[in-house]
């Protein structure tokens, strides 16, 4: 399976300059951020759904791989052509084609940047909630094959949760619209949300179609430092159980705190709350937040507008900062029930003990869904087992192994860990029915 | 594929007394809210997972179709033994498994009653949205089969967005856990919410974990009556495009009201907004909204508990109030994209003319999901011809022609007119995936 004389003939008559040959243009969509790369055989930019169409054709007839890429973010090999073929980039299509206020409904192509996406909104009183930490860089159709997420997931929830309707083309080529422009729609089994989340395997994206809501006028910023993670945790589930639904609820332990170097060394939890809605609620949910924090406390802030940014920066800056304490790292993305926090993050301080290996875990806590970091020099093989040990734990606990970032390349020997034989089975057929030749970002997921 | 006699003494073997099999017993299992009926071969009240995977063992082996069956509040015929075979209802198995508080999520067997599944919640302080106007009878297990909705769907989704994760019986026996008890997950193909939906053709559903909510402390509904149904439509979009998201936002047209004759005759469009949340913000909602509509209202009026409930009976009056208009009626649940709704309602009073017929249009117009009602005495195939007039005009218009009752039996036909043949063809193999022998629930959807 590689690109064939003819097919290359084909498809520079079909793109002309947009498609990339030469090893050093083909080299920036080698790599995405899972550290891996591939060189592909060919990079295509294509302009519309018919350039697609007919490359998916071609692709179907000469055998060759196409891989779909969004800005390449991800963090598992996903849009890496790991058994050659050709890269398909969406940097060309990246118009914003509508934005229907009084529908709240908006239409772009695969290839519009995020954040772009969330301005042009703002300017026009919209929001789009899902905000991955990529939310600068990764695409809308990136976000949508990968079903991103982000802060936001309690209160509003995931990528899925928006999409309405997708443009997609398969396999051949044929162009199908799915799904409905409506918020409701059950005609047929619901092969827009199958779409989602399948990370370039099944059909290639060329239009979605977005719920989007009103722009919550008000915003604040509640943060809180603890003396002890556990407090932190117990703190958090106060407040959601006090009936206060954060639009982003952020916990950092005591190895990312330090990493930070941003607070007292005292402080060994951080919450980071933001609520948003009308004036009235927002000031409503952060007086009853900070009742309920107030007695455990040792730091405690609001702010909202810059201010609020400066708290947020510690947050942005865990990244980086993370680099002091080991120069490499592991990281899975996992997520729990809330009630499983505290228990989760006693047995990886254990853990981390026993392998003598730090380990941060940081994230969207309000969802569960925890970044946990395993940092070290030298030490890869005990780093390894000590992530079997943590993705075990939480399968045991009743999460998942990923919550946002998905399988790729990267963490397909775990996937049968969470997903039982027949449902596998069952994945791979549908895998079969969308795509017989296995043409489409091979040798990802399974 | 008939229940043969071996499978029915295996039968009895397994279920005992709780297999029905006189004609008398089974009738109660003949009908749903279609109005057709078919008489199963013999009925089975499963207590366990167990039970039903052996069903579902001896089902492939013997090759009889089977039916699950909730309450049967279907309007599709849906959940009707059309092939023969046995049903297998859900009345015994309706136990709530587990509500979580602090995990806001809840566990339960599907035969759960939706009203009582609420109110425990309600003593809990918790809350599941989704309540279709038959939450006092249909089951937990047919909502998810159909992706049930209602009024709440603008500010709150659907079934589809509170499924987290399913226990599923496969075709053949074999018992499938499928999602996450996490708000995030994206291990693999999205199979969860593809069995949302799918009216019960792929798998037996015998176990749903849902995602919950905080219940909103408080609630206030504003009626408000126009002289015209476009000013009425008109002023919703104002409110909507006011950045304000009520709880639902239900319309009922000038023919629907002359039927329920509760308002003064000059009063042409009618709608009742719902807001819920902090008791500040319902407030502020409240406000906001008389500000926008005070101007054009006949009849504006604002309540809440008791009272409010009056305002409602308004809505509840409304399906036995038709009956006065005319004996038979054909009814669709069509959904457009918001801003179509006007055009939508000025074509179908046009359309109704023409034929010389009645149509009320009534229902969740927040999310743009209309009930069309056609109503005649003897004019059965006007009443046809205007009805594919109306999902025509739907299609033109960006709607989709189901978005909440589905397909089923009934309208099969109109299946085609939405889904192209390619996604069809998609659907069907997927079908096959499932259910190679074509036994469960046959004859629906396609
Ligand atoms: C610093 C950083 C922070 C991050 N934070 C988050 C976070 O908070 N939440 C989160 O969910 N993720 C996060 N990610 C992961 C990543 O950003 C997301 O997965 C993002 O959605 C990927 O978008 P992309 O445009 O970069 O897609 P790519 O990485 O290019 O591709 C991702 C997948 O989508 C497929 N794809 C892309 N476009 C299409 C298309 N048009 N049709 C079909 N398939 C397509 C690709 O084949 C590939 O499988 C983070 C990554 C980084 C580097
Ligand atoms: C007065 C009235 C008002 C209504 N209002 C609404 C409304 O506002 N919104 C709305 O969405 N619907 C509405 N409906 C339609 C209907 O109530 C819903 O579709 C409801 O979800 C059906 O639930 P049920 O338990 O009655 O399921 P049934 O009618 O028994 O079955 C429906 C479908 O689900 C399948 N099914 C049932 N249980 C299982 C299971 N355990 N596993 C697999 N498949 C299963 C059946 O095979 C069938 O295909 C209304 C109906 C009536 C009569």
Excluded at 18 to 45: F, K
Excluded at 406 to 424: H, N, Q, V
């Amino acid at each position: 399976m590689s690109l064939s004389e003819k097919a290359r003939k084909e498809l520079r008559r079909l793109l002309g300059d947009r498609l990339l040959e030469a090893e050093s243009d083909c080299l920036v969509y080698a790599y995405d951020a899972s550290g891996r790369t591939y060189l592909p055989e060919a990079v295509a930019l294509p302009q519309n759904t018919e350039e697609v169409s007919r490359i998916l054709a071609l692709s179907y007839e000469e055998e060759f791989p196409v891989i779909p890429r969004g800005a390449g973010t991800a963090t598992t090999g996903a849009p890496l052509a790991a058994r050659g073929g050709l890269v398909v980039a969406f940097t060309l299509m990246d118009r914003i084609l509508e934005i229907n206020a009084e529908d709240l409904v908006a239409v772009v192509e695969p290839g519009v940047v995020n954040g772009r996406f969330k301005e042009k909104l703002a300017r026009r009183g919209l929001f789009y909630p899902p905000d991955p930490a990529s939310y600068r860089f990764s695409t809308i159709g990136g976000n949508v094959a990968t079903c991103a997420g982000g802060p936001r997931g309690l209160k509003y929830g995931v990528t899925r949760d928006y999409v309405l309707a997708l443009e997609a083309v398969l396999p051949g080529g044929e162009v199908l619209p799915l799904g409905t422009r409506t918020l409701k729609g059950v005609v047929g089994y619901d092969l827009t949300r199958l779409l989602v989340g399948s990370e370039g395997t099944l059909a290639v994206i060329t239009k979605i179609t977005l719920k989007v809501l009103p722009l919550p006028p008000a915003r604040a910023t509640v943060a809180a430092g603890f003396g002890s993670e556990e407090e932190a945790l117990a703190s958090l589930n106060e407040v959601l159980s006090g009936g206060l639904l954060p639009a982003a609820a952020e916990f950092m332990d005591e190895v990312t705190l330090t990493a930070t170097g941003a607070l007292e060394p005292e402080i060994k939890g951080l919450l980071l709350l933001e609520f948003d809605g009308l004036d009235s609620t927002v000031k409503e949910e952060v007086e009853k937040a900070l009742e309920i924090l107030d007695s455990r406390t040792r730091f405690l802030k609001v702010a909202s507008g810059e201010t609020a940014e400066t708290l947020w920066e510690v947050r942005r800056a865990i990244s980086p900062a993370l680099k002091k304490l080991g120069t490499r790292r592991i990281a899975d993305d996992i997520v729990l029930p809330r009630s499983k926090l505290s228990v989760f993050v006693r047995e990886v301080r254990a853990l981390s003990k026993d392998f003598g290996l730090r380990v941060a875990c940081f994230g969207h806590a309000g969802d569960g869904n925890l970044h946990v970091n395993i940092l070290f020099d030298e030490e890869k093989e005990g780093a390894e087992s000590l992530r079997e040990r943590i993705l075990s734990l939480v399968l045991s606990l009743s999460g998942t192994i990923s919550g946002e970032h998905g399988i790729g390349l990267t963490k397909r020997a775990y996937l049968p860990w969470e997903i039982p034989p027949r449902a596998l089975s069952l994945m791979r057929e549908i895998k079969k029915v969308f795509d017989p030749k296995g043409l489409l970002n091979p040798g990802k997921i399974f």
